[in-house]
Each structure stands twice: as C-alpha cells, then as structure tokens.
C-alpha cells in the first residue's frame, strides 16, 4: 500500500508541473515569436521483485529468445524472458526491452533524441553486460537471439541477465519529470504593415545584444531608440555584421537576406544564425534562446538559409484550443491521482485501527 501511496505522489507532482507549462503556454498564446514549450516524463528505474518468505515463486529457465531490429545503427531489442540491466543516474534499471547504439566512445548506451531529432550521447545511459558496461571500441556490432553483443564474429558480451529463482517480476516506482522541451515549429505569419517589424521564414534567429549576452530570438517586432538603432520593445540592440543597426534615413527596406537598404544602397546586414539541432538551443525568457556551452552541443552553426519578410511577425505556435484540452486532462489525471491517495490512506487508517485490535 505504501508503494501504491508513493507512486500516486508521484503522479500528482508531475501532473502539477505539466500544469505550470501549460498554463505559461496559454499566458503566451499572442505573443510574437514564443514557442511552445511541453514537460518530457519518465518512469522511475524497474526494480525486481523477490518473494522474501515461502516457497520460490516459478520462474522460466532456458536460453531467451531476444528480437533485434536495426535501423541506422540503433537497434531495437527486446526479450521473452530475463531483463537487460540499463545503468542510470537513479540505479540499475530491469527492463525486457530497449533501444541502443553505439556512441563516440566505443560504449553501448539507450537512446535519447534531442527535438532536433538527433541522438544526443550525453545523456543516453550505459547498457551493462555481464562485466559491467559494453565497450566495442570502432568496430561494429549485432546483438544474437540468445541476446549476446557479437563483434566480427565472436560474442563479446552478455545482455540478458537470467535464471533468478524468487523473482516476482519488476515494478516501477511512478514517473517523474525529468526535461522542459521547447516546440521550435514555425508560427503563423501574420501582416503588420509596419516596417521595422521582421519575420524569419525558415530556419534561423535574429541575434540580439542584451546585458546577459549574445542571445537569440524570433520575435522581429523591433523599433529604433533615440540612437537610431534597432532595437527591441526592451531596449536591447539588435545586431548587424559591425555591431547595432542604425537606421539613417525614412526610406529604408530589409530585402530577403537580411540586408538593410537605405537610400538605395545596402549599408548593414542583420546578423542571422542557425544551428543543425535545435537541441542546442535552451530557452531563457519568453521568447530569448541561447547557446548551450560548447562541450554539450551536439550539431553546429550554419549559415543561415531562411528568408526575411519585413512588414510581418510570426505569432506564437502555441494552439490555445489543445492547450485547454491538455489542462483539462491534466486536472483529470490530478483528480484521479488524488482519489489514489485518499483511498490507500483510508485503507492504512483501518489496517491500524481495526486489524491492530485483532
């Protein structure tokens, strides 16, 4: 019962944070430039079950049939009997199925997926045989039906541990939130028929100066300040090859590439950047990105390949109806998570009062 109580906290917690992100999306719904932002969950580690008293539960003995799946070197495996033991930062987790690679290291770890939908070996974890964690070096690798890592041709390890008499099963112990990933799908383009106002269609992110640095953002809705710069509605810079725009004359134009023309000629550019994965990107503001350091970035800056529309803004991508509809389930699960709890300490209230008189 008390694992039960535990597990019920769990969702309720979780279920709170999902809220917080909701709520702070919809506050954004009109806001130009913003991105969705959702709360990524995960199960607690699976521990095995064991009967403590009595006589040993049945267990199935034999070798295990193990499936393997291979699809641009990340392989999906799974197995009837026995677990595969996966090394995180909360224990050793049991599993009968996971999904694996090899990183830059020569070590086999799980797969983690950045928005980008690229493989981020930071933060995949360490799959371990039976001497511990799998390293392959450079070479390539299959895993077997009976779930062994071959490299050219011999087994070099063991996946599955198996043939555990007493044990009942796994169970996890709820699930918790472990990452805020932000959407990065483009937002509705929308007319202003204002011309300091600048859209990004494609890929790509105005730079902007600010007391905290160098930082990136979506939103073109820009004026001047009393400098003639370009600025934001907060009064930070917005950067052009040589430093802050300024603009000289009435008669000024932004073409496609980001080129400010005045007069006819073309005296600045606007300082564009992207990047092969978003996923090196980490939000700081409502509408301000920046760089994570460099030794946890896993792609790279490229030059920029989009196209700037002056006279538009994007508007947020955060879709007001599905957010309402995500909040209501979330106040459900809530509800339903707090019935849980209520009735398993209705259930310890009478273990204590009534079987204790027994």
Not at 16 to 31: A, M, P, Q, Y
Not at 176 to 184: E, L, N
Not at 211 to 221: I, P, V
Not at 262 to 273: A, N, P, R, V
Request: charged share 25%.
């Amino acid at each position: 019962m008390i694992k039960g109580l535990y597990v019920a906290g769990t969702g309720l917690m979780t279920n709170i944070h999902k809220i917080d992100v909701i709520s702070n999306n919809l506050s954004n719904v009109s806001t130009s430039g913003y991105k969705r932002d959702t709360l990524e969950v995960q199960s607690f580690n699976n521990r095995l079950f064991t009967r403590i008293n009595g006589s040993n539960t049945p267990f199935k003995t034999g070798t295990p049939t193990v499936s393997s799946e291979e699809t641009n070197g990340e392989f999906t495996i799974s197995t009837d009997r026995g677990y595969f033991r996966i090394d995180t930062e909360d224990g050793v987790d049991y599993s009968r199925s996971m999904k694996i690679f090899k990183d830059q290291d020569g070590y086999l770890r799980t797969i983690y997926k950045n928005v980008g939908g690229t493989v981020d070996p930071l933060k995949g974890d360490l799959v371990l045989g039976s001497k511990g964690p799998i390293n392959i070096g450079d070479s390539d690798f299959t895993v077997d039906a009976d779930g062994n890592v071959v490299v050219g041709g011999s087994v070099q390890d063991s996946l599955i541990v198996n043939g555990m008499p007493g044990v009942i099963g796994t169970m996890s112990a709820g699930i918790k939130s472990y990452s805020v990933m932000t959407d990065f799908e483009q937002g509705q383009m929308d007319m202003t028929n204002n011309k300091f106002d600048l859209a990004i269609r494609g890929e790509g992110y105005f730079n902007i100066d600010t007391d905290y640095g160098t930082l990136l953002t979506r939103d073109g809705s820009f004026t001047i300040n009393s400098l003639g710069e370009l600025v934001t509605y907060d009064g930070n810079t917005v950067q052009g090859i040589d430093g802050p725009i300024e603009i000289t004359s009435e008669n000024f134009s932004v073409n496609e590439f980001g080129e400010v023309i005045q007069d006819g000629e073309i005296t600045d550019k606007i300082k564009l950047t992207n990047y092969t994965n978003v996923g090196d990107l980490e939000k700081v503001g409502g509408t301000y990105f920046r760089e994570k350091p460099e030794d946890e970035m896993t792609g790279e800056r490229v030059d920029f390949n989009g196209e700037v529309i002056q006279g538009f803004l994007e508007q947020s991508n955060t879709d007001a109806i599905s957010e309402m509809i995500r909040l209501i389930e979330m106040n459900r699960n809530y509800e339903s998570s707090q019935k849980v709890v209520t009735t398993i300490d209705d259930m310890i209230g009478k273990a204590v009062n009534d079987v204790g008189r027994v």
